[in-house]
């Protein structure tokens, strides 16, 4: 049995199989996910499907990633987030809070989702972007620089 600090104190976790990233015992990850040797999931998290979790990604919380989606880097995927069909989220991008990301997104950089926002279609959050509250980025939109997304719809 291994230990994981994951936050808020050390948890039992093991080494997945498909990868040989840190799983705490809390949380659920299908055998068909990588989860990368750098990479953690803890929590009540959940990853399913040919999900990847990578390099120095982190999983936690309720959070829940399935379908395709990637999450690498130092990305952090947390709270009640929902991350999932192609989506990507690399580099120090943050999802968090009940964020629903879906489609073919790319979110990354600094960039940071959460509250009840969604974004979805083929759009791409990134630099020090911030997409909050209720906004709604869909489409074929782009969220980049220090553009702030809330609200009802962000248009560009």
């Not at 705490?24 to 990850?29: F, G, K, S």
């Not at 600094?110 to 926002?117: E, G, I, P, Y």
């Not at 997409?131 to 869909?138: L, S, T």
């Amino acid at each position: 049995m291994n230990f994981d600090f994951d936050g808020t104190g050390l948890v039992a976790a093991h080494k997945h199989s498909n990868g040989g990233g840190l799983v705490a015992d809390t949380a659920i990850v299908d055998d068909s996910v990588f989860v990368g040797p750098k990479a953690r999931v803890y929590g009540d998290a959940r990853v399913s499907g040919n999900a990847r979790v990578s390099r120095n990604a982190r999983v936690f919380g309720d959070a829940r990633v399935y379908g395709n989606a990637i999450v690498s880097g130092n990305a952090i995927v947390s709270g009640n987030a929902r991350v999932f069909d192609e989506s990507h989220v690399y580099d120090d991008a943050r999802v968090y809070g009940h964020a629903s990301i879906f489609g073919k997104v790319c979110i990354f950089d600094k960039a940071c989702v959460f509250d009840n926002s969604s974004v979805g279609g083929q759009s791409t959050v990134g630099g020090n972007s911030i997409v909050r509250g209720h906004g709604i980025v869909q489409g074929d939109d782009i969220v980049v620089g220090d553009d702030i997304a809330d609200g009802t719809r962000y248009l560009h």
